[in-house]
Structures are given as C-alpha cells and as structure tokens.
C-alpha cells in the first residue's frame, strides 16, 4: 500500500498581481519542474503553522496564511499526495531560493507556459480561471 503525505504549499501573490513558481532543483524528486512552495504538513501541525515554517525554511521569508485554496489528491509512482494549496502573502523579506533552482513571479495568465508538478496542475488551472 502506497503511503499518503500531506502537503501543504503556498499561492503567494505580490502587489501587481503575480504568483510565485518555484522551480524544483535537479537532486529533488520530480526534478526542473514548478510547483507552489511547500512542504510536508507536521503532526500536531496546522495548515497556518505547517505553510509559515516551510516557507521561512524553504525562502527565508515570512508569510501571513490568509485562506485555504484548494485540495488535490495525486497519486504518483510511490506515494499518494495530499496537497491543499493555500493564499498567503509575504509580511517580511523577500522570497529567495535555497532549496529550489529558481523561482519566477508570473501573471495568472501564463501559467500554464510552465511544466508543472502533476499535483500542482489542478490549482494552477484554479488560479488562471480567478477574477482579479
């Protein structure tokens, strides 16, 4: 039986409407493609604590978690993931990429020119379709 983690990761937008993509690094699994950044939920962890720790982990910034996006279970080779996606916005420093080999602010509307993590498709497709 294949295990199931949960994940949570962030739609962050900036002041002139743009989301952040990060491009996963060459040594993660499901290397060179984007995804929203996040990580593994924590037991005992709430979505607010779990996304505000892994973005300070993962971009050394701080972001304020506003509301819950969506959800998409994705079963990959191994694992089944459970990721709910979730709206923040950065409340101190700006986003830079350790963890990732790059990470881009793009208009809603040209999403969809990236190669995206299959668990990430469902709310990439979401957010091209929001009204600003």
Sequence with gaps: MKKTVDVVAAIIENENNEILCALRSPSMILPNM????????????????????????????????????????????KIIVNLTTVKCKISKNVPKASEHSKLLWLKRENLSSLMWAPADVPSMKKLMLEKV
């Design 34 to 77: 984007w995804e929203f950044p996040g990580g593994k939920i924590e037991i005992g962890e709430n979505l607010k604590e779990a996304i505000e720790r892994e973005i300070k982990e993962e971009l050394d910034c701080i972001v304020k978690f506003i509301k819950e996006f969506n959800n998409t279970i994705y079963e990959y080779e």
